[in-house]
């Protein structure tokens, strides 16, 4: 069974802590991507990669960084929290670029709270 | 530049009533469409798609979309919800570079 998990399901920090989120996929999965779900807005892209090491911006990548050392790990950094990054985000992952008919496989999310 | 819309922010429907989901869609070029729907308190996961062939596709539990070229259209339906299909829907546009557009969901409430 098909299989992507988030580190945590809720967390709470503090304006200015550095936040890591991470996100693993157990399907071999060349592309991993970082979205931000807000209500009204639906879902947004922060960050996408393609293979390890490799990354591109989504459409709201700022005040957010993202790395990719293992296939299988994608992790997405906020490195100075603020209030309004306060969101659900979301990891999906799926197979390789250039066919665009390939599902993504979403994690359960993490809902942020940053006070 | 691709753009997805769903026309719709909440549908409130009774138990056993139709339900019709709309979802139109901008592109230029050729384009693969998905449904996604999120339930309570989880990620997303893939309702059905279409990527080329017969313009209705079902998925497993009893939805339906039609891909309509003409109207750039794919409308989700159900002709008979259940309490169980409470839940967001996402419609979705893929584009060859992988990444997928995302419509801004609609909510669906059923109502006993």
């Known amino acids: 069974d098909v299989k992507v998990t988030q580190s945590s399901r809720y967390l709470v920090k503090r304006t200015g802590e550095k936040v890591f989120l991470e996100c693993v996929q157990d399907?071999?999965?060349?592309?991993m991507f970082w979205y931000r779900q807000d209500p009204g807005l639906g879902l947004r892209l922060i960050y996408f990669s393609y293979d390890v090491k490799m990354k591109e911006k989504g459409d709201i990548p700022e005040g957010y960084s993202v790395s990719r050392e293992k296939k299988e790990r994608f992790s997405l950094i906020l490195e100075s929290a603020s209030t309004n990054q306060t969101s659900m985000y979301l990891c999906?992952?799926?197979?390789?670029?250039?066919?665009?008919?390939?599902?993504?496989?979403f994690g359960p999310g993490t809902r942020l709270t940053v006070l | 530049a691709q753009s997805v819309t769903q026309l719709d922010s909440q549908v409130p429907v009774f138990e056993e009533a139709p339900v019709e989901l709309r979802c139109n869609y901008s592109s230029s070029v050729s384009v693969y469409l998905f449904w996604y729907v999120q339930y309570p308190n989880q990620g997303l996961q893939l309702l059905l798609k279409y990527l080329s062939g017969s313009t209705l596709v079902e998925s497993i539990n009893g939805f339906e979309a039609e891909f309509n070229k003409s109207q750039t259209s794919f409308h989700l339906r159900k002709p008979s919800v259940h309490i169980s299909d409470t839940a967001e829907y996402f419609c979705a546009v893929s584009l060859r570079d992988d990444k997928i557009i995302f419509g801004k969901g609609t909510r669906l409430h059923i109502l006993p």
């Open positions: 999906a992952s799926s197979y390789s670029r250039g066919y665009g008919f390939n599902e993504q496989f």
């Open positions: 399907m071999d999965h060349e592309n």
